[in-house]
C-alpha cells in the first residue's frame, strides 16, 4: 500500500470518490472523459492494493485526513462520512476504517448509493411482498365484508 505514488490526478479521483461521486460523475466534474476517470481508479487501486475503487478512496481518505482527537478532527472540520441517525449502523471495512452501513432499500441525499448488506438485501422484497400480501387481504375481507351487508339489506 502506497499512497505516496499516487499522482495528482488519481489523488483527485478518489477526493471526488470519498463525496459519494460515481465516475461519470468525476468525469463530467474534471472535464475528462468516463475511460480516462476508470483509467485514474484502476491505477490508483492496483497502488492501494484494493479490488474496489471506494476501499481505495477510504484508504486514501484515512490517510490523508488530519488525526483526530476525542472523535473530532483538529482541524475543526467535520468528518466527511457521517452517519444519518436512524438510518445506518457503523460497520468496519477492511482497511479498519468505520463507515456508515444504510439500513433502507433506497439512497437518500445524505447517501446517493445504498450499502445494504445481504441479509436486508434479502428481507426488504420478503418484508414488501408481506405487507403487500397484509393490505390485499384485508381488501378482500373488507370486500366479502361489505356484500354481506349489502346482501343482509336486500333481503
Same mark, same amino acid.
Request: glycine letters at 10%; hydrophobic letters at 40%; aromatic letters at 4%.
Given at each position: 500500500?502506497s499512497v505516496?505514488?499516487l499522482s ?5 479521483c478518489l477526493r ?8 461519470k460523475?468525476i #468525469?463530467?466534474?474534471? !472535464?475528462?472523459?468516463?475511460? =480516462?476517470?476508470n483509467?485514474?481508479?484502476?491505477? #490508483?487501486?492496483?497502488?492501494l492494493?484494493t479490488?474496489d475503487?471506494l ?5 486514501? !481518505?484515512?490517510h490523508e ?5 476525542g472523535?473530532t ?7 466527511? *462520512?457521517?452517519a444519518?441517525?436512524?438510518?445506518? =449502523?457503523?460497520t468496519t471495512?477492511? #482497511?479498519?476504517t468505520?463507515?456508515p452501513?444504510? =439500513?433502507?432499500?433506497?439512497s437518500t441525499?445524505?447517501?446517493?448509493r445504498n450499502s445494504?448488506s445481504v441479509?436486508?438485501?434479502? *428481507?426488504w422484497?420478503?418484508?414488501?411482498? !408481506?405487507?403487500?400480501?397484509l393490505?390485499a387481504?384485508?381488501?378482500?375481507s373488507g370486500a #366479502?365484508? *361489505?356484500s ?7 333481503g
Amino acid at each position: 500500500m502506497s499512497v505516496e505514488k499516487l499522482s495528482p490526478r488519481e489523488k483527485e479521483c478518489l477526493r471526488l470518490m470519498l463525496q459519494a461521486m460515481r465516475p461519470k460523475d468525476i #468525469a463530467r466534474a474534471t !472535464g475528462l472523459s468516463l475511460h =480516462t476517470i476508470n483509467g485514474h481508479l484502476k491505477s #490508483a487501486r492496483r497502488k492501494l492494493g484494493t479490488n474496489d475503487s471506494l476501499t481505495a478512496a477510504r484508504i486514501f !481518505g484515512a490517510h490523508e485526513a488530519p488525526p483526530k482527537i476525542g472523535g473530532t478532527s483538529l482541524s475543526g472540520s467535520p468528518p466527511s *462520512l457521517q452517519a444519518v441517525e436512524g438510518n445506518c =449502523t457503523e460497520t468496519t471495512t477492511e #482497511a479498519g476504517t468505520r463507515s456508515p452501513r444504510s =439500513t433502507y432499500p433506497f439512497s437518500t441525499r445524505e447517501r446517493p448509493r445504498n450499502s445494504l448488506s445481504v441479509r436486508w438485501r434479502l *428481507l426488504w422484497p420478503i418484508l414488501l411482498l !408481506g405487507l403487500v400480501a397484509l393490505g390485499a387481504g384485508m381488501l378482500v375481507s373488507g370486500a #366479502a365484508s *361489505l356484500s354481506m351487508v349489502f346482501l343482509a339489506l336486500q333481503g
